[in-house]
């Protein structure tokens, strides 16, 4: 008995740390380093640090820093850059724990807007516009629209860095032909569409519901063609109000009839898309569509080969009848961005390092991997694509876009993102009506 | 004393920092602003606090009752001399020693509806998560409240089932009335540690639920993390952590006070 006692003190104490005290310890270590940084920038002896998201893509920054570090810029500069990769889902809260402590990066990987917004705010982030606009590399070097994505409030704080990632609604080519139909260009044919199907026992959207943004693309899209981008972009810019636009209320009944209907199954919400199951079923042609970001490709050509060489089909979200949206508008990620730390030791050796990026080399090297890079010059470099005509689609529909919308969970600030995407999977699973969505959502300041 | 040096630094220090933080707002860049009670007022008034403290209480409950009762049996079934209860009870042990995280992974691999064992929408429905959660659970931790049990189904004097045998007690009556009453200290240690263990409980509700489908599952544990590490709100954050503190040293007080936990000494007392 006596050891069983003391087991059970210990498990205690030592949970009490982990659990109650991790927050506070995290807190107060980054609290207590920021006192006592206030002297010396970051880095420091003309070598930056460079955070990136340590996914397989990263490589493409590699190559990048190295080629830099061996320039002629780099020695004009004086400087040299170390990269350092963080593993993916933990990538935002160690960025923001690293910027609140005086090993903050001088360069880092963002997703623009929302998620760099409280950087700003703190005065942490070199505004960008003038470099921009000054330097004809960098001004006419990238799609105007995406530029534009990255920054706030008309202020530039990133330079694109990686492909581009518009959200599709991809296809199976071979049940659409089987089955005799066309991929929608409105939403009454997607509705029809999705009649057929059902009829003949398949699901018609894969939805990877367990992560709740796949859900989210959803809404971006129904708002997008129902109000226009200036309904989003009303929110984006800090006015809670506009949740309240009748095109919110009408994109969040639309998805309840959606769900309702069940045109994604009866299942979807204990299906993840990280880890496989949606790309599963949409490869194995148990559902017919999939609504996804431009990776999807990838991710199948990566799972299912065959599939994605011979049956995978894609298009742009339908119009939606009387809405006030562009069918040639897009929602997604335009890209990720670099941004400079204020704090960053060496401006100019930093800068150098982005117009790097507007190069036709980075461009080369993005497009090998299967991306689609954000630069003016991309057009002629698509043919060296794995896939050429899936480049050349994603690249003429981000470059004739009238409006790239940023992810709402990345344009918003991450108090409000999560709560939000809370809210989007109560829709979805049915915890909510359309009326309570949008004032829970007028409620998040 | 270095323990105690220890845990002043790391678990007095960081307790007294929170609470502190508690008052402030403070999204982890720059310094904290005092908030006042905004942080508190928060918690008391949207419904989420009510909510996660009911689901925690429910989890505690019904993961307390199930364990107990699965380990019980399994205990005392392997409590018995034959060698190859004991080879089967090592076997058996090897789901404490995984990590959590790896189970949950497992688990949710599982019950992925369309290519998992299990069919059906069970992550996307309220019971179906909540049970799924108490089932992963009990996976891991019955094994090591079976060990428990087990060590106390031994102890057990053998003269007392002899003697109720000879007076021709049957199996299921020695069970009720040797083996239970005898095993009531066990009971009530694996009891507290399973309550203790089970406010504390984080990460297979952040890897097989997210605190879903909407909020159905977002123990306090989850909330806590979900306002510091997602939202980066650490005021919030550390209100809840706060409060948790609080109610979780509450409950072993009463815990402790109920069930004569602390007067246990006089195991054989009665003799």
């Known amino acids: ?38 002297s010396g920038g970051p880095g420091g002896g003309g070598t930056l640090t460079a955070f990136v998201y340590g996914d397989d893509a990263a490589e493409v920054q590699v190559a990048a820093i190295d080629r830099f570090n061996s320039s002629a810029a780099a020695k004009k500069a004086k400087g040299r850059i170390k990269l350092e990769k963080v593993p993916g889902s933990a990538y935002p809260a160690k960025l923001r724990t ?31 516009t003038d470099t921009i606009t000054s330097d004809p590399v960098l001004k006419s070097g990238f799609l105007p629209s995406v530029i534009t994505a990255g920054g706030i409030g008309g202020h530039n704080y990133g330079i694109p860095m990686r492909g581009m990632q518009p959200v599709i609604l991809f296809y199976n080519t071979s049940l659409f032909a089987e089955h005799k139909l066309r991929p929608p260009t409105t939403w009454d044919q997607l509705l029809d569409i999705n009649a057929k199907l059902k009829k003949a026992g398949i699901t018609p959207f894969a939805l990877g519901g367990a992560d709740i943004w796949p859900e989210l693309m959803w809404l971006e899209y129904l708002v997008d063609r129902i109000g226009g981008p200036q309904v989003f972009d009303r929110i984006k810019n800090g006015d809670a109000s506009g949740w309240g636009d009748p095109a919110v209320l009408k994109a969040a009944q639309t998805v309840r009839q959606l769900v309702d209907d069940g045109a ?182 | 004393m270095p323990g105690v040096l220890f845990f002043l630094f790391f678990a007095a220090l960081p307790m007294v920092l929170a609470f502190c933080l508690s008052f402030t ?27 996660s403290l009911t689901v925690t209480v429910l989890l505690t409950a019904v993961s307390w009752a199930f364990q107990t009762v699965v380990s019980l049996l399994l205990g005392v079934w392997a409590a018995g001399r034959r060698r190859n209860r004991a080879i089967l009870s090592a076997i058996f042990f090897v789901p404490f020693l995984l990590s959590s995280t790896a189970i949950s992974l497992l688990f949710h691999a599982l019950l992925d509806p369309n290519f998992g064992i299990v069919r059906g929408d069970t992550l996307g429905s309220t019971d179906g998560a909540f049970l799924a959660i108490v089932f ?103 209100a809840v952590a706060s409060f948790l503190v609080v109610a979780a040293t509450a409950l072993s007080l009463l815990l402790v006070r109920l069930s004569g936990f602390g007067a246990m000494r006089g195991t054989r007392e009665g003799m």
Request: charge should be neutral.
């Open chain 1, 98 to 128: 690293a910027m609140g402590s005086p090993n903050a990066p001088d360069i880092f990987f963002n997703w623009g807007g929302g998620s760099i917004k409280a950087y700003r705010d703190a005065g942490q982030l070199v505004d960008l």
């Open chain 2, 136 to 238: 992963v659970g009990g996976w891991q931790f019955i094994p090591f409240h079976t060990l428990i049990y087990q060590g106390g189904a031994r102890q057990i004097p053998d003269v007392l089932h002899q003697a109720a045998a000879i007076d021709g007690a049957g199996r299921y009556r020695r069970f009720f009335s040797i083996t239970l009453p005898q095993l009531r200290n066990t009971a009530t240690t694996s009891g507290v540690l399973m309550v203790v263990g089970s406010l504390t409980y984080f990460e297979t509700v952040l890897i097989l639920t997210q605190g879903g489908p909407g909020t159905d599952t977002a123990i306090l544990p989850y909330l806590m993390y979900e306002a510091g590490f997602k939202s980066y709100d650490f005021g919030y954050a550390s």
């Open chain 1, 1 to 38: 008995m006596e050891s069983t006692t003391s087991n059970g003190g210990r498990a205690f104490s030592r949970r009490w740390v982990l659990g109650a005290g991790a927050t506070t310890l995290a807190a107060a270590g980054t609290a207590g380093l920021t006192a006592c940084g206030s």
């Open chain 2, 25 to 51: 707002e403070w999204n982890g860049l720059g310094d904290p602003r005092p908030a006042g009670l905004a942080n508190w007022r928060k918690l008391f008034d949207d419904g989420q606090l009510t909510q």
């Open chain 1, 264 to 445: 994604f199954g009866k299942g979807f919400s204990s299906v993840a898309y990280t880890n496989g199951g949606a790309p599963a079923v949409f490869a194995r042609g148990r559902a017919a569509m999939h609504l996804m970001g431009s990776w999807e490709y990838s991710t199948q050509l990566g799972k299912f080969p065959d599939f994605a060489r011979k049956s995978l089909g894609w298009t742009a979200f339908p119009a939606v009848e009387g809405g006030a949206g562009d069918i040639r508008d897009v929602v997604g990620n335009p890209t990720n961005y670099w941004s400079v730390n204020a704090r960053t030791s060496d401006r100019d050796a930093a800068l150098a390092f982005l117009r790097d990026c507007a190069s036709e080399t980075y461009a080369k090297a993005l497009i090998a991997g299967g991306d689609v890079p954000a630069t003016t010059n991309a057009e002629s470099l698509l043919d060296a694509s794995p896939n050429p005509a899936f480049a050349t689609f994603q690249y003429t529909m981000v470059r004739d876009a009238p409006a790239f919308t940023l992810s709402w969970d990345q344009a918003v600030d991450p108090d409000v993102s999560t709560p939000m995407l809370t809210e989007v999977d109560k829709l979805f699973v049915g915890k909510s009506s359309p009326s309570r969505f949008v004032s829970a959502l007028q409620g998040l300041k």
